[in-house]
């Protein structure tokens, strides 16, 4: 593995096996459960290792492991990037916000501990997220430095958080197609695009090459959060393994499209992602195959 | 201003001067009210611009001007630090935790907001305090990395929200001075001592003026948490500004120790950090003259 070019491709089995290695390091990067504070470590370790995709991580490894990037150096990075997506989930699931009771097959974490404690993880996570980029040994001061300001930026009034506004305050009364994929953009596409960047900053890759992968990232984020939507307008709490039907009585691309226009319209997005990454330096043929084997499920919806 | 040994010391007009530079800059450095998302975007400004001692970031500009730092070089560095606090006080006051209705004179964040943009508006306080230290055009990227290694130390799991989680869920049954005081520390002291370590770190102040300076900020935090503890006891809604008596029916510095005690304890602390600052290479009296100020109203409790 420690070859970048070792032309493994994102077969299923490297896949998993680029998966183990993320949750090893996640599980390694929080407190132990045993020290106190007890329930805040425990909530973190809740929200974060419950068994999970690992979407994001997997293509940060992937794109910095495209750019040249060996030994697993851009592994903190990676967990860092998980960090950040599940404090949003942990916040989005609070009662004042979502009030979801289920998210990764368990209980959310505020079921779990209390609203308090829930509050205190995310913010425990997302600020371990900034720890770890901001220590990471692996990399010099000025790719942890600049890390840190693409999480930023990602996070802030422009990406999740602003995201979550609209979600929670305006969505209800907006039916228009382009406003939605705005917002929707800001509330999931910022964080595959800043998965996939802090893979490339990383390696340090070339402009051309950023700009290729930022392409390919958007389009990603918008055909994930499509398949999102998908999931809740279609799937059961037991295959989604969280709650579903909470976009109920709220325009989203299923009653603006159906089912099968939907469906050809996530595929599109991923067939345009991947035709970005031609234009990319380097080679980026793995990441276009993880990109499409994540959305082969699309069809049982 | 621009000489850090001006010897302009600690004079009120300076202080004064400084927390206005502080003020203007906190204002400059938040997303405008006028652009979306609105509702976050107010909810931050709420919080981080209403009138504040600006303790914190008053510490991190001395200190930095006191090890040679011109120029507010430190002023971003400065304000992160009180970003970092708003956020925490925002957090503090929700309806799962503290549940105040009033702070800094005016409606907290959640009641004049509601508990979601509360929430969001905590996160992107913090948030945003890693986009000001991660950006810092001031600073060098090591620099920058180390600032943001700090405030993340300061916020996590040995810091303000394992301190919070302490305070929320074990508080009330705890009764012994020695406990109080670590968990107080946490709650408080550490965000003092890193608005002093940054202040130092900014200016690449020398390990042994580093020591010094930690010294003098952890009996400074001391102090001000006892003092806090006071106002909660002693104090009235307006004279405070913010809600008190939340403490009742805990243990607290003023239950142990009295008035008078009370008094002698939070003087004795100012007086030992003034007298590790003497160890401090960098002439450090304008930051003794501000910790002895910054107390001064104490014999009105």
Chains 1, 2 share one sequence.
Not at 50 to 73: E, F, I, S, V, Y
Not at 78 to 99: G, R, T
Not at 202 to 220: E, K, N, P, Q, S
Request: hydrophobic share 45%; charged share 25%; proline share 4%.
């Amino acid at each position: 593995m420690d070859d970048p070019g070792d032309g493994l491709g994102a077969a299923p089995a490297v896949i998993d096996a680029l998966r183990l290695r993320v949750d090893e390091r996640l599980a390694q990067l929080l407190p132990s459960a045993d020290k106190p504070p007890h329930r805040l470590h425990r909530a973190m370790r809740h929200a974060l290792l419950a068994p999970g995709k690992r979407m994001r991580p997997l293509l940060t490894l992937l794109t910095a492991r495209q750019c040249g990037l060996g030994d697993w150096r851009a592994l903190d990075a990676a967990c860092a990037i998980e960090m950040v997506h599940a404090a949003s989930l942990v916040l989005d699931d609070m009662p004042c916000m979502d009030d979801a009771a289920m998210r990764r097959g368990q209980p959310t974490t505020h079921k779990a501990f209390g609203e308090d404690i829930a509050m205190l993880a995310a913010v425990g996570l997302l600020n371990q997220a900034y720890a770890t980029l901001a220590g990471c040994s692996e990399l010099d001061a000025r790719t942890r430095a600049a890390l840190c300001a693409l999480v930023a930026a990602t996070v802030g009034p422009n990406g999740l958080i602003g995201g979550q506004e609209f979600d929670l305050r305006d969505r209800g009364s907006v039916d228009d197609p382009e406003t939605i994929a705005r917002f929707n953009h800001a509330k999931t596409g910022v964080l595959m695009e800043a998965a996939v960047e802090a893979g490339a900053l990383a390696a340090r890759a070339d402009i051309r090459t950023r700009l290729a992968l930022r392409g390919f990232a958007r389009h990603l984020g918008d055909a994930f959060q499509m398949m999102d939507d998908m999931i809740d307008a279609l799937s059961t709490p037991e295959a989604a393994r969280k709650d579903v039907r909470k976009d109920e009585g709220r325009t989203t691309i299923v009653t603006l499209f159906g089912v099968k226009g939907s469906r050809d319209a996530v595929l599109g997005h991923v067939e345009k992602g991947c035709a970005e990454l031609a234009r990319a330096r380097c080679g980026a043929d793995p990441l276009a195959g993880f990109a499409r084997a994540s959305f082969a499920h699309l069809v049982q919806l």
